[in-house]
């Protein structure tokens, strides 16, 4: 471990609202703490980057950290680099070796998803509604989240569809940790109603909602500007899964969306359920851990 508390504080916020247990760092962590598995080439740099760079007290302590950080480094040496998992957007905030893989749910080197704890299955544990039951197409609740690569994607789905009766979004006003219960419950019945829902990228490229919606029993619809940040594109068809679509593509969805029959529809949550397991914090980890020693 680092010799510094200030890399293992605790998260001050809890979102999304359905997290309840670790955020994906903490459980890769305990993981890597608890089954000590054989790690070997690459050494993992343990920290909970997330909990400390969303803190209002960070950029007073980012030398401090910087200084134990190094000391670990000079520790803990290692002749095939290190590696790291990040959740935040920004991915770490401090200086690492350049021979460090980056595991990354919305920037880095290597996409993993976006994914939380919820022990409580809140979302899994809610009524699927089959494709026949469904009541809309398509639809997005959720804000207009700036990013620094253009176009921004959010901004270009709302002009570009809010006048379209079959793709029904909501703007929620502007992004909070705190998100209450009325939009909560919004959020979960409108995607239950919906064949297919926007997950588009927000400021960072990842998107809880894209796991969220399989969850919920809709088929998600990822956009993205610059790179498309899926995980485990080697293994995983993401054809037969979903719909992936650059923004610059946003023309052709609804008739692309139209065009998915239901045959086509079931096939993907049948696919779903074989690779859902890589979408679960177990099950990314341990693809980690066989990606560092392949």
Known sequence: MIDSELFYCKNPDTYPPFKNGFYME???LKKIQIENPVLSKRKYIPALWTNFQVSSWFSNKIEEMQNSLDQWFKENPSEYGYFTVVQHDDGPR????QNTVIYGACCGMVPIPLIYQDIDNTLNRLKKIPFQEKTMLCSFVGNIT????QPN???TIFKKFKQN???VLYDSGGWTPQVNTGLQKLFIDMTQKSKFALAPRGYGRGSFRFYECFQLGTIPIYVWNDFEWLPYMDIIDYERLC???HVSELDHLELLLESITEQTYNEMFEYYEEIKHLFELDGMSSEIIRHVNY
Not at 94 to 97: E, I, Q, V
């Open 153 to 155: 994607v959010r901004e």
């Open 94 to 97: 401090l200086k690492l070796p």
């Open 146 to 149: 700036a990013n620094s690569v």
């Open 165 to 167: 009766p079959k793709i």
């Open 26 to 28: 903490e459980y890769f």
């Open 243 to 245: 719909i992936s679509i």
